[in-house]
């Protein structure tokens, strides 16, 4: 992501929180309080260090810091079937009948970008429970 675009996200109430091992940045992911609802936001990790429950460990503190009160929602492009299989494996369902309107809702992102998008929602009864 260009400096300008992180600065942008983070103007407009992303939080982004960093996974380091050995001084080094090995992933990313944001957390945005959107209205009534909480937005995970921007999930990297670097191609080398994919898999090894990097991204896992990010999502379940970023879930710790939301809590409860408030629906959790992710939005992804809808050819990103790894995407997809990560949230849906750990308790997200995707929305297919609601990911147009949730994403005019809750994103500021373009119009193609939204088009080519789909959102999934955290399921109450795996909120506290990421596990897999």
Request: charged fraction near 20%; proline fraction near 2%.
């Amino acid at each position: 992501m260009p400096e300008k675009e992180l600065a942008e996200e983070i103007e407009s109430g992303v939080e982004f929180y960093g996974y380091f091992e050995g001084g080094m940045l090995l992933g990313v992911m944001g957390i945005q309080y959107v209205k009534d609802v909480i937005l995970i936001r921007h999930a990297y990790v670097l191609a080398g260090h994919q898999r090894k429950g990097i991204g896992e460990k990010l999502l379940r503190y970023l879930l710790t810091l939301a809590g409860t009160q408030r629906e959790i929602l992710v939005g992804t492009w809808t050819t990103a079937w790894w995407a997809l299989r990560f949230y849906e494996k750990h308790g997200f369902k995707l929305m297919p009948n609601e990911s147009q309107s949730l994403l005019r809702q809750y994103w500021t992102i373009p119009q193609r970008q939204a088009e080519t998008s789909v959102v999934l929602k955290l399921e109450k009864q795996t909120t506290h429970n990421t596990q897999s």
